[in-house]
């Protein structure tokens, strides 16, 4: 489990020193791994106890093993091979792996038991994985409503009851309009299911159910950064596999 993945795990132990020595430390990764509790403490602005305890109350034994958590992921992020065709690849066998052994049947008795399913995507390629779980579910006789903007998914949240579920695709999980629309959905006691990349950020804390997907950037010489964005497809199909199994144990 990744930093971001505890942070959203344990976010209700934290308080808000502990989002400050965190905000610090996502945004100075790189520098984090090198200094010492007590530096790391001073540029927080919080004693050594509170960066201790911040260390413990994400289920670790100390600062020791933060750190440790730190240096790995740096060191992964970086691209510490030089063969990135085969780091990518390494992500990606991880990422399918991960999600084949995940227990979803929380999530696929809520889909099973919805009156409609609401599908959203954010940017670009969070749409166009909206647009293909819609077809998917199609192809397995159940229609799901795409909702193409921020204007239709505010008019259509009024009409949303609690018997029915919403599916959000989003990279960070972090807008106003997220901020906004979840707090409405919340309100109305509508379930939400949520596909993002970063472990700590309101979508995936307010959800119902949240599946992580770990966000890699590979350079590619000097001019070309690719992002891992074909995972979060693979994770819709197996989510839809492990539908269809779930469906199936139900019907026997």
């Given amino acids: 489990m990744k930093l971001d993945e505890r942070i959203s795990k344990y976010y209700d132990r934290l308080n808000p020193n502990d989002g400050i020595i965190w905000k610090y430390i996502s945004t100075h990764r790189g520098e984090c791994c090198n200094l010492s509790i007590e530096e790391l403490a001073a540029c927080c602005n919080v004693s050594r106890s509170t960066v201790m305890r911040f260390a413990q109350k994400l ?15 740096c060191g992964e992020l970086e691209g510490t091979s030089q063969n ?41 390629v969070q749409r166009a994985a909206a647009m293909e779980l819609k077809r998917m579910f199609l192809n397995m006789s159940i229609i799901a409503d795409n909702i193409l903007g921020e204007s239709e998914f505010k008019k259509t949240v009024p009409i949303m009851s609690e018997r029915d579920v919403v599916i959000i695709f989003s990279k960070s999980g972090e807008s106003a309009f997220i901020k906004d629309i979840v707090v409405a959905l919340k309100g109305a006691q509508i379930p939400i299911i949520s596909l993002t990349h970063a472990g700590n950020n ?11 997907l770990g966000y ?37």
Avoid at 59 to 73: Q, V
Avoid at 106 to 113: D, P, V
Avoid at 220 to 241: K, S, W
Wanted: proline share 0%; glycine share 4%; aromatic share 12%.
């Fill in 202 to 212: 309101t979508l995936a804390n307010m959800s119902n159910f949240n599946l992580f």
């Fill in 216 to 252: 890699e950037k590979f350079q590619v010489g000097d001019h070309l950064t690719v992002e891992h964005t074909a995972e979060m497809f693979m994770v819709m199909q197996i989510l839809c596999v492990k539908f269809v199994e779930y469906m199936q144990k139900q019907n026997q």
């Fill in 59 to 73: 289920d670790m034994h100390g600062y020791g093993e933060l750190k440790s958590f730190l240096r790995w992921e």
């Fill in 84 to 124: 990135i065709l085969e780091d990518m690849c390494s992500v990606a066998i991880q990422t399918i792996e991960k999600f084949r052994d995940m227990d979803c049947d929380a999530i696929c008795k809520k889909l099973c038991e919805a009156n409609r399913i609401f599908v959203y995507g954010t940017g670009s």
